[in-house]
């Protein structure tokens, strides 16, 4: 059972564009939401992450929107560059009480800005 | 850079062959991780460890076993390496559930 669900698979943007990725979870005891960002030959490296009690969280040209009533979370890049065509991952996990768990990963997506 | 390492970054083996994939960190994190990704694709746990002494099976099965003696290590084992063990194998390390894990680079793993 998946439980976190990320689209698209792939995304192609044009220099300068918005880059947009969502995913959608099903447990609603997560309580932490990171996005990560995996470049050929690395791990995933955290790109930025956001608690349920804010809508919104900016650090520089991304962003992540979150809509808990919706069970749903997006990463925004703005002005995309060549630099940041790469896999990104969103995650879920559960930080405390007795269903504390690690990380559920989303499957992925495949990102290219085109110069 | 994180204080994370693997070891060997590429493997080639033959299939029956037992090998020991090495993972250390030294941010004395207490959980550690190990996922299975195919390049670009989606990532699979595996195992995981609470702490020294602990560890518990992920969501993907494995054939593989782990140990956690240490704190900073903890390696993957394969008692007999088969073809469709080729893959790549990603060590993580965090402070907590809600902290922010920590990769290594990989070791990709080919067995012929």
């Known amino acids: 059972q998946q439980q976190v669900k990320q689209s698209p698979q792939s995304l192609i943007v044009q220099k300068g564009g918005i880059s947009i990725i969502n995913c959608a979870y099903e447990?609603?005891?997560?309580?932490?939401f990171p996005w990560y960002q995996q470049f050929p030959g690395k791990g995933p490296a955290l790109l930025i992450a956001i608690r349920p009690d804010v809508s919104e969280k900016k650090e520089g040209r991304f962003t992540i929107s979150f809509n808990k009533s919706a069970k749903q979370f997006s990463l925004h890049i703005m002005d995309s560059q060549p630099g940041d065509s790469a896999t990104y991952f969103c995650a879920a996990s559960i930080s405390s009480g007795g269903s504390a768990r690690q990380l559920t990963f989303g499957s992925g997506t495949q990102l290219t800005v085109l110069p | 850079e994180a204080d994370i390492y693997q070891t060997p970054r590429y493997l080639v083996i033959g299939t029956g062959k037992k090998i020991t994939l090495e993972c250390s960190q030294t941010m004395g994190h207490d959980k550690m991780y190990w996922y299975q990704q195919d390049p670009g694709m989606e990532l699979h746990l595996i195992h995981y460890s609470y702490g020294v002494n602990s560890t518990e099976k992920g969501d993907l099965s494995s054939e593989s076993t782990v140990s956690r003696i240490r704190t900073e290590h903890f390696p993957l084992t394969l008692e007999s390496a088969r073809p469709s063990h080729t893959s790549q194998y990603l060590c993580a390390s965090s402070a907590g559930w809600n902290t922010e894990a920590f990769f290594g680079q990989g070791t990709r793993l080919t067995v012929v």
């Open positions: 447990n609603t005891a997560f309580d932490y």
